[in-house]
């Protein structure tokens, strides 16, 4: 709303649950510095895709690529139903997947969030959806060697700590690139 009323101009940083823009940006950068293309990569969304505002600015950004997408959560927790279309819209095959474990080996880069305890009613319902994708160096025994691991951070439960140390865990990095291009953005709207 503030977009409409502002006489300068503004970056939206995030929406509440709606869309986060600077983040697809940098994730899509991260991509193509990672992976050297975003073109004809498979890429898996896994955890709370429906209050997961990076997952829905990703997914929409990523209509401009050759992409795959496929979508693993929680049934409560599924990508919205705009994002899906708008997607679809795109031509953009997307797939959803019950188990991480089966749409694991096919894909070129995991995107990983966390489960959102704020955005659940209580706990009982946040512990029933927690602990039902966790990445770890086991799970990453299935997936490709030449693949990445992203995360808009921070983490909670949903990437164990020991993956930290596998070349295709590329998170840290991730939050770097953020820096850049963030730095960039502002660069551009001040003229710069």
Do not use: W
Request: net charge positive; hydrophobic share 40%; charged share 25%.
């Amino acid at each position: 709303r503030a977009a409409n009323h502002c006489r300068k101009p503004l970056i939206n940083a995030g929406d509440g649950v709606g869309e986060h823009p600077t983040q697809a940006l940098l994730d899509v950068f991260t991509i193509r510095e990672e992976i050297g293309t975003v073109n004809g990569l498979t890429i898996t969304m896994v955890g709370d895709l429906k209050h997961g505002r990076t997952v829905h600015s990703l997914a929409r950004l990523l209509t401009l690529y050759n992409v795959q997408l496929r979508y693993v959560s929680p049934p409560e927790l599924g990508i919205p139903m705009d994002v899906i279309q708008f997607v679809a819209s795109k031509g953009i095959p997307q797939e959803r997947f019950q188990s991480l474990e089966a749409a694991l080996p096919e894909t070129d880069v995991l995107y990983v969030t966390r489960i959102q305890r704020e955005r659940f009613n209580s706990q009982e319902e946040y512990d029933k959806a927690c602990g039902l994708f966790i990445v770890t160096p086991q799970l990453m025994t299935r997936a490709k060697r030449k693949m990445v691991v992203m995360h808009p951070l921070p983490r909670v439960f949903e990437i164990s700590p020991e993956l930290d140390s596998d070349p295709r865990a590329a998170y840290f990095r991730q939050a770097e690139c953020g820096m850049y291009v963030r730095m960039a953005l502002l660069a551009m709207v001040l003229g710069k």
